[in-house]
């Protein structure tokens, strides 16, 4: 017999859970902290101050996007954030952030997130698209769902699953 796949969902982010998107933030950040020869004081300060710019930022160029909390059977252990790149019901639609704790990392659960949201956008006609690292090992996920490469700079791909839709 085998065990129940947990139990995996979205809800909107709340006040209280600034201490895991927080969290959520400082690990994507952790290799480039490891660098430079500053106090853990120091570090602290840096990171958040580039994390409420980063929510800022996220909050000002997607005022209508969907900033969710990832929770696994009522534990909250992720974050996954999307945004219409337009007003027509077919337009594209971005994953600006998807991210889980490192414990939660390598058991599917971020293709589960993926795979929902490419769901979604195929059952609308929609695009999908995202920006990647050009060394973040989740470029060989998405290349695996199909995303193909659209413009790159020195350090993000831009990647888009789906076709833009052009009037006719």
């Known amino acids: 017999m085998t065990a129940p796949q947990p139990h995996l969902q979205l809800r909107p982010e709340r006040p209280e859970d600034r201490p895991l998107l927080f969290a ?11 660098l430079v020869d500053w106090t853990a004081e120091q570090q602290e300060a840096f990171l958040e101050h580039q994390f409420a710019a980063q929510t800022e930022a996220y909050r000002g160029a997607y005022a209508a ?13 992720g974050r996954l954030y999307l945004a219409d790149l337009g007003t027509d019901p077919r337009a594209e639609l971005r ?17 589960r ?16 698209s995202l920006h990647v690292e050009h060394w973040n090992p989740a ?3 998405y290349e695996r769902l199909g995303f193909q490469p659209v413009s790159e700079d020195s350090v993000y791909v831009l990647m ?4 833009l839709k052009t009037a006719s």
């Open 139 to 141: 470029r060989r996920l």
């Open 113 to 128: 997130l993926l795979a929902a949201v490419l769901a979604e956008a195929d059952a609308a006609g929609r695009p999908v």
């Open 65 to 77: 996007g969907r900033f969710d909390v990832v929770e696994m059977d009522g534990l909250a252990i």
């Open 95 to 111: 994953i600006v952030d998807i991210a889980l704790l490192p414990m939660w990392c390598g058991r599917g659960i971020g293709s």
């Open 160 to 163: 888009r699953r789906g076709q």
């Open 24 to 34: 959520l933030f400082a690990q994507s950040r952790a290799a480039e902290m490891a």
